[in-house]
Each structure stands twice: as C-alpha cells, then as structure tokens.
C-alpha cells in the first residue's frame, strides 16, 4: 500500500510540473518570447543553454550536501518552491511592464530565467534520490513514463488555453499569462511531492567528508567506472545535438511561420511526447535502459536531417510547411521525452544506492558545460546560418549512438 501510495504522489507531482514546465518550454515558448523581444540567435541559443546548465551545474553541491546530511527532501524544497516563484515574478514583469523599453524588458526577462534554471537545479538529486528509494527499479521506467503521459494529457490543455491567451491579449500580456499558469502549476507540483515524504532516510557517511574528499571520491568513480565513463562522453554529445533545439521556431519563423500560432508548435511537441511514453516506458523496463538511450541517440539525427531536406529540396509552400514544421516538432517531443526516461532510469541503474545523490551530482556536473553549446549555437547561427547548427546536430546524434554502442547493460 505504502509503494502504490509513493508512486502515486510521485507521478501527480510530475503530472503537475510537467505541465507547467510545458508552459516554459525553452524551445518554443521562451525562444519565442525572447526573440520577439531582441530578434537576437544569440540570445535564443542562451535561453536552452543557461536551463541547460542552471540546471546541471548546481548538482554537484547540492550531492555533496545531500550525501553528507543523508536527507534529500529540504534541499527538493528549495529548489521547487524556489523556480515557482522565479516564474510568477517573470509573470509579473510582463505584465506589469508592457511599457518598458524592450530592451530593458529582455534584460529583465533573462535575469529571471537565469535565476530559474539554476534555482532548478537545486530540485535534480534530491528528486532522483528520493523517487529511486520511493520506487523499485521494475517500475521506474513506468512511474517515469506515467509522469510523462499524464503530463502530457495536462500540458495539452495548458496549449489550449496558451493558444487562447495568444489569441486574446497582446504580446507581451499573452506571455505573462501563460507564464503564470506555468508557476501556479509548479506550485501544486511542489506541495503534492513535499507532502509525500522523505522515505526510508539513508543514513548520512559518519566521517561526514570534506568537499575536497568528495571531488576526489568523483574523480575515482569516473577512473574506474566504464559505464558511467561511456555514459558521461556520450551525453557530451548529447549536449552537441542540444544545440540545434531552440533554433527549430527561429527555423520555422524565417521559413514564414507566424510565431502567434507557436502554440501549435508546442502542442505537437507535447502531442509528441504523450503518445510515445508508453513506448518508452515499455522499452526502458523490457529491452533495457540502454538498449532505449540507443534507440532515442539514432532517432535524434532525423528532426535535423528533416530541416536540412527542407532547406536544400522542398518546394512547398507556407501552408504545406505549417504541417511539415507540426510533424517535426512532433518527433521532438517524442524524442526528448524518451531521452528524459532513459538517462534517469540508466543513471539510477548506474549509481550505488548509498551513493545515489554524489553520482547525481557528478555526472550532471561533469557534463554541465556540454549544455552550453546552445549558446555557441547561436553565434555560429549569426555568422554562418541556422543550417550549419542542423548539420552539427545530427553528427552529435551519430557520434552519441556509436558511443552508446560500447555500453553493455
């Protein structure tokens, strides 16, 4: 009764935040909303890079300091109830000052959204920590998949009713709106997974390490673990395929694409990723999580060769493209979800259940700055076109499967 009644609440909290994060999406809402604010590809690509990032590289303190106290949920507190707020003052930014300079508008858009990714980072390892003693391992890839599908289920009424605020008020008041609902959904999230409770407490290390100890602890397992050594350079790649993701609106933008509809880019995205999750979630617990990261790395290379076919030999015209960008955002959607369900359920399979928080922290860490490459996106964008960052994406999708390929379960 207690496991059904854990799993329960874990995947009403995900349902919850993954609804709201869809409302935040940082491939179609926020670059959007950043790039009517700035028309800057530079900008766009620090969007996906600065979530990326913010919300890796805070990991490898917080497992520090979770491994060390041996509980997890003060700091999953923090952290969710801290980007709810990030966002509900984003909300009311932009509604309170629709007659600011623009400029002075985007500064401040992006100041909360730095403040949001790495305040979110916070929540990563103690959520991992805790839903992998909450949920045994037979049923992760499930919890995982039943998160994503009921979220999906909600974020398709969260672009409902973007879809309606876009067509309502006026830019920027429309973004304010959506932003808000994002928040207040993040919010319930946070109070469903907080009242749940910390389950079976793991015991904090008695000679309580020292941080240097602790980076050094790291420095060994990535030495001499294979797996997590493979897993580590293969999501380095992943950052490099990444780079592309933001850059798909401004793509369909320039192709003559009315960004007032980006919901329906959303929604697709979000279509995407609810009907595959059963899929995944079957995959991941039956064949193996490996077996799904290599499935998902190859199935990466095809939205960017979809746009790099487009630029080079479709003729079609703005109405024929309206459905063509819909079938790629789909396949997105699809794709990042069954990423997400992979690389949580391969690195909770990886990690030593004592030491689940400091492997958390070491990996998101060490693969931090690769989530950066969105921004260097955007300056190779600038100087030399978007399909430069197309191409560069799908040799990182092929180089991250031939890397997966040399991981055995």
């Not at 409902?160 to 959904?185: E, H």
């Not at 079976?200 to 008695?206: C, K, L, N, V, W």
């Not at 020292?210 to 050594?229: I, N, P, Q, S, W």
């Not at 077996?291 to 109405?319: E, M, Q």
Request: positive net charge.
């Amino acid at each position: 009764m207690a496991e059904k009644r854990r799993f329960a609440g874990v995947a009403i909290a995900g349902i919850s935040f993954q609804a709201g994060s869809t409302a935040v999406d940082s491939a179609t809402i926020m670059s959007a909303l950043v790039f009517q604010l700035t028309g800057s590809s530079i900008l766009v690509g620090l969007v996906t890079a600065v979530l990326r990032f913010g919300w890796l590289f805070p990991q490898l303190f917080v497992g520090f300091l979770a491994t060390r106290s041996g509980s997890s949920m003060h700091y999953y507190k923090i952290g969710a109830f801290g980007r709810a707020t990030a966002m509900a003052l984003m909300a009311a930014l932009l509604w309170l000052g629709g007659g600011l300079p623009t400029s002075l508008l985007a500064f401040f858009v992006m100041i909360l959204w730095v403040a949001y990714a790495f305040i979110s980072g916070i929540v990563a390892v103690p959520y991992n920590d805790i839903v992998a003693r909450a949920v045994p391992s037979r049923l992760r890839s499930r919890l995982l998949a039943t998160r994503f599908f009921g979220g999906g289920v909600l974020a398709l009424g969260v672009v409902g009713v973007a879809d309606r605020l876009a067509g309502t008020y006026a830019f920027p008041l429309s973004y304010a709106a959506i932003i808000a609902m994002a928040s207040a959904l993040m919010f319930v999230s946070s109070f469903v997974f907080s009242a749940m409770g910390e389950p079976e407490t793991a015991q904090g290390s008695p000679k309580k390490p020292g941080f240097l100890a602790y980076l050094r602890t790291g420095k060994e397992v990535f030495r001499k673990d294979f797996r997590f050594r493979r897993f580590v350079y293969a999501q380095w790649c992943g950052g490099a395929v990444l780079m592309a993701m933001p850059f798909y609106v401004v793509y369909a933008s320039v192709s003559g694409f009315d960004l007032a509809r980006v919901a329906w880019l959303l929604g697709a995205q979000t279509l995407g990723a609810l009907l595959s999750n059963f899929l995944w979630g079957w995959w991941g617990d039956h064949l193996g999580k490996v077996s799904l990261l290599k499935a998902i790395a190859l199935g990466r290379i095809v939205p960017a060769l979809a746009i790099l076919f487009l630029a080079f030999f479709a003729t079609a015209d703005n109405a024929d493209l309206f459905y063509v960008f819909l079938v790629i955002f789909f396949v997105t959607g699809a794709l990042a979800n069954g990423l997400t369900i992979a690389v949580i359920g391969f690195l909770m399979e990886i990690s030593p259940e004592d030491q689940r928080p400091a492997y958390s922290g070491y990996f998101n860490a060490i693969t931090a700055p690769a989530f950066l490459l969105p921004l260097a996106a955007g300056i190779i964008a600038s100087l030399f076109g978007l399909l430069l960052v197309f191409a560069l994406s799908a040799v990182a999708a092929l180089a991250q499967f031939l890397l997966l390929r040399t991981i055995r379960a």
